[in-house]
Every structure is written in structure tokens, then in C-alpha cells.
């Protein structure tokens, strides 16, 4: 007799094209959707999302208003909507533990598990989070994390699951006739191309990457940045690109479903986080075979294949300009190809955290 499908409430901030958002999507791809639906509560809807591959999919979106917002207006509709569908398990995916209190409104809702999902290691509301770390060991049924790092910054001494940011590999397997169709698409054929994939926030510290990108620009004339993403960062960052005048030397664009593809256009990933939970970029640009050049404040647990080399911020912009043109020479010297089995191996293949999420 075949089974009740399932259904897993997600609440995030929004469902475009990120680190958590493609981590969440690769898993629902993955999944048996005949067994097991996602669904999510979204606070942000932006022009480039996932909602409606999520609804054809056979997912639902529910909206609610922001908690910078209206905080108590926020909770209760969260409750509301759980308790209107019946959800029994909800999974809140966050940077910090402020938003224990929407597993606290799933609680009174009904739900049977409750889960924490830690996804970084700092957050712009240290204060605030400290105090809510401390609903941590009672609110939660369940505490998963992307890294040991995030699940410490998250819950402290309590319990927590190691859940891998998992992707297909299959997706970002290096295939030569993609590069030189991105490269051709942007004029980039002869350019040596420096890449970055994240959202103008903070943490990724784009400030640092462009002087680190100006140095090289003035030993290298055939250098090329590339940035994919957006944010709320990106006025002072289209503004440091014209202080910097970049604005021949810098791509902006934009968010992209197709991230893929810009992995196999880049020569070199550049990558100096202030700080990160597990950069899932990081893994599809490992699968793919790009050499990646990152700060020392992110997790060495990422560090999956040697297509990585760590640096710390503290070696300054000239430093990092060096060591990324090093790279650049040893890049174009040899011929790259997928690492796919390796990371399969280090279990980061999506097969089988589907699997657990069916069975779990």
C-alpha cells in the first residue's frame, strides 16, 4: 500500500537564487516528490525567484510580512498558517537565532518537529542572537547545521546534525564547449577571468575583492572580474567600481539560475568572505574543477578537493592579487576537468541527503 505523501514547511527570508535558497531547491529537486513535498513561508519576494518552479513542482507559497516589520503581526500569521494547513514538521532555515521564535509560533501551531537550520557562523545581530541562543536546547525537536562552525555559532554546547550542503554534481560537471560559449556570449575569449558567486551582503566582503581585483588589473591588462549575484550592497559597489575605475574591467550581472554556466567561464574563483556557515558555491565550483582562492575565516571543512587555497585577510589586497594571479598562470597552464567523484565520496551528492529527507 503506498504511503501518505509528506510535506516539510520551509520558512526563509525569500526564495531567489542564494546560498540557502539553492541549497533548499537541489534538495527538493532531488526528492521523490510523490513521497515528499516542500513547501515554504517566504518574507521577500524579488524579481528573480524560484516560485514558480516551486508551484509547478507541486509546492506552496505562503507569504507573510516581514518581521523587521511588524514582529507580532509576523508571528502569528507564521502560526496561523501552520495551523490552517496541519503542518507537522517545519524547518526555519537562518543566520542567527532570532528566528527560534517562528519555530516557537510552529510549536503552539501544533507541529510535532521543529527544526533550527544553521547556515553561517556570525550575523549583523550579534546581541540579539546571543539571547535567543538560549531558547536553543528547548524550542527546537531538531538542530541541523551546513558545518560544525555554524552548528556551534547557532546552538553552543547543545545537539546539533550535521546536514552537508549537498548538490548535483551532474550540473556542474566541466564541459569545454559551455566555456567557450559563455567566453564568446561575453566577449571574454583572450580574458583572463577572476569570478565571484554570492549576494552583495556584508559577510562577502565585495569592499576587499574589488581592491583585490584592482591590483591585479593593473599587472594584468587582459584581467576580467565577474561578479554574479545582487544585494543590498550594490550601489556602494557599483560606487567603489567607478572610484576604482573598474567599470570597463567589472561584469555585474545580476542574479543568475544558470550559475553553472559562469563556473565553467571563470579561471579563478575569488573568495574573501568575512564569514560564512558553507558556502554551497563553493562545492558546485570544486565539482566543476575551478581553482578557488579563499579567506581563512571560512571553514577548512569545505575544503573538499585541492582545488581550494586559503589565504587570510589579514596578508592584505596585494598579497591576495598575487596569489590569485598565481593561480591565474597555473589555471590556464593545465587542462581542468570535474572532480565530481570526489565529492560524491566526501558525501556531498544530493542522492543521498534526498534520501534522508524522504525518510526522515
Given amino acids: 500500500m503506498r504511503g501518505k505523501m509528506k510535506r516539510i514547511l520551509h520558512i526563509v527570508g525569500g526564495m531567489s537564487p542564494g546560498g540557502t535558497e539553492n541549497f533548499i531547491m537541489n534538495v527538493y529537486?532531488?526528492?521523490?516528490?510523490?513521497?515528499?513535498?516542500?513547501d515554504f513561508i517566504v518574507h521577500l519576494k524579488k524579481e528573480i525567484n524560484y516560485d514558480d518552479e516551486i508551484e509547478g513542482m507541486g509546492g506552496r507559497?505562503?507569504?507573510?510580512?516581514?518581521?523587521?516589520?511588524?514582529?507580532?503581526?509576523?508571528?502569528?500569521?507564521?502560526?496561523?498558517?501552520?495551523?490552517?494547513?496541519?503542518?507537522?514538521?517545519?524547518?526555519?532555515?537562518?543566520?542567527?537565532?532570532?528566528?527560534?521564535?517562528?519555530?516557537l509560533a510552529a510549536r503552539l501551531a501544533g507541529a510535532k518537529r521543529v527544526i533550527m537550520h544553521?547556515?553561517?557562523?556570525?550575523?549583523?545581530?550579534?546581541?540579539?542572537?546571543?539571547?535567543?541562543?538560549?531558547?536553543?536546547?528547548?524550542?527546537?525537536?531538531?538542530r541541523f547545521a551546513c558545518s560544525e562552525a555554524a552548528g556551534r555559532w547557532m546552538y553552543k554546547k547543545a545537539k546539533f546534525q550535521i546536514i552537508?550542503?549537498?548538490?548535483?554534481?551532474?550540473?556542474?560537471?566541466?564541459?569545454?564547449p559551455v566555456r567557450e560559449k559563455m567566453r564568446e556570449e561575453y566577449g571574454l575569449q583572450e580574458a583572463h577571468v577572476y569570478g565571484h558567486v554570492g549576494s552583495f551582503v556584508y559577510a562577502k566582503n565585495h569592499e576587499y575583492l574589488l581592491k583585490v581585483f584592482s591590483?591585479?588589473?593593473?599587472?594584468?591588462?587582459?584581467?576580467?572580474?565577474?561578479l554574479v549575484g545582487d544585494g543590498e550592497g550594490r550601489e556602494e559597489i557599483e560606487r567603489q567600481i567607478g572610484k576604482?575605475?573598474?567599470?570597463?574591467?567589472?561584469?555585474?550581472?545580476?542574479?543568475?539560475?544558470?550559475?553553472?554556466?559562469?563556473?565553467?567561464?571563470?579561471?579563478?574563483?575569488?573568495?574573501?568572505?568575512?564569514?560564512?556557515?558553507?558556502?554551497?558555491?563553493l562545492?558546485?565550483?570544486?565539482?566543476?574543477?575551478?581553482?578557488?582562492?579563499?579567506?581563512?575565516?571560512?571553514?577548512s571543512e569545505v575544503c573538499l578537493t585541492d582545488c581550494i587555497q586559503s589565504l587570510s585577510l589579514e596578508e592584505g589586497e596585494e598579497a591576495w592579487a598575487e596569489k590569485a594571479m598565481e593561480m591565474m598562470n597555473e589555471s590556464r597552464a593545465r587542462a581542468r576537468s570535474s572532480r565530481q567523484r570526489e565529492i560524491k565520496e566526501k558525501g556531498f551528492g544530493?542522492?543521498?541527503l534526498a534520501r534522508f529527507y524522504e525518510e526522515f
Wanted: charged fraction near 25%; charge should be positive.
Fill in 244 to 281: 576604482l575605475k573598474l567599470e570597463k574591467r567589472v561584469l555585474l550581472m545580476g542574479r543568475r539560475r544558470n550559475v553553472e554556466d559562469f563556473l565553467q567561464m571563470f579561471d579563478v574563483l575569488l573568495f574573501p568572505s568575512r564569514y560564512e556557515g558553507f558556502p554551497v558555491s
Fill in 164 to 176: 552537508p550542503n549537498a548538490i548535483d554534481t551532474e550540473k556542474f560537471l566541466f564541459q569545454e
Fill in 283 to 299: 562545492v558546485e565550483a570544486q565539482a566543476s574543477g575551478l581553482a578557488c582562492l579563499i579567506s581563512d575565516r571560512i571553514t
Fill in 350 to 352: 544530493i542522492e543521498s
Fill in 61 to 103: 507559497l505562503h507569504y507573510v510580512v516581514r518581521k523587521a516589520q511588524n514582529p507580532i503581526r509576523n508571528f502569528f500569521q507564521i502560526k496561523r498558517v501552520i495551523k490552517d494547513h496541519h503542518y507537522d514538521t517545519v524547518c526555519r532555515h537562518s543566520d542567527n537565532a532570532f528566528t527560534v521564535v517562528d519555530l
Fill in 29 to 38: 529537486r532531488a526528492v521523490d516528490r510523490s513521497k515528499l513535498q516542500f
Fill in 215 to 226: 591590483h591585479i588589473a593593473e599587472q594584468d591588462k587582459r584581467a576580467v572580474l565577474v
Fill in 118 to 142: 544553521s547556515h553561517s557562523t556570525d550575523t549583523g545581530h550579534r546581541r540579539i542572537h546571543s539571547f535567543f541562543r538560549l531558547w536553543m536546547p528547548y524550542v527546537p525537536t531538531h
